[in-house]
């Protein structure tokens, strides 16, 4: 789908392509909180935590419906950052109309474009610095 003044790249996946990504998938719909929290920790690269973004997430959606007010803003960074065409409308369309397909499409984007949604932007800073997995952090202590 082309933008309305033609500029950008086409996403790497669909607005509707949700069960593409089934954990995208069930992580945006059954916790939206976490998914944005995710996703908007990457897109302002480290500057604000997923916890304090989910946690802003809950307070705006618990008081108020206009939770796209607030989440539209981070499409827009993302498509800034990756000079990504505005489709299939602006940003606060596509949020007010259906945010989780929205929210949804913008977790795929990241991880299509190498982000492990899980780990953060730190631990993918240093992934991507040190070319190798970052092991999993293993609690306690092993025993015979």
């Not at 790497?12 to 998914?35: H, K, N, Q, R, Y």
């Not at 995710?38 to 997430?57: H, K, P, Q, V």
């Not at 929205?102 to 780990?119: P, S, V």
């Not at 953060?120 to 070319?131: A, F, L, T």
């Amino acid at each position: 789908m082309a933008s309305a003044d033609g500029n950008g790249s086409p996403w790497s996946s669909g607005l509707c392509d949700c069960f593409s990504d089934m954990e995208s998938c069930c992580c945006t719909i059954w916790c939206p909180c976490v998914a944005f929290g995710r996703a908007s920790e990457i897109i302002d690269e480290g500057s604000t935590s997923c916890f304090r973004n989910a946690l802003i997430f809950c307070l705006i959606a618990s008081f108020t419906p206009c939770i796209c007010l607030y989440t539209c803003s981070y499409r827009s960074r993302l498509r800034r950052k990756y000079n990504l065409q505005e489709s299939p409308c602006n940003d606060c369309c596509v949020h007010y109309l259906c945010w989780n397909c929205a929210l949804c499409q913008e977790y795929r984007e990241l991880k299509n474009h190498g982000f492990d949604m899980h780990i953060g932007w730190q631990k993918n800073v240093q992934k991507r610095d040190k070319g190798v997995e970052i092991p999993p952090v293993v609690e306690g202590h092993m025993i015979r």
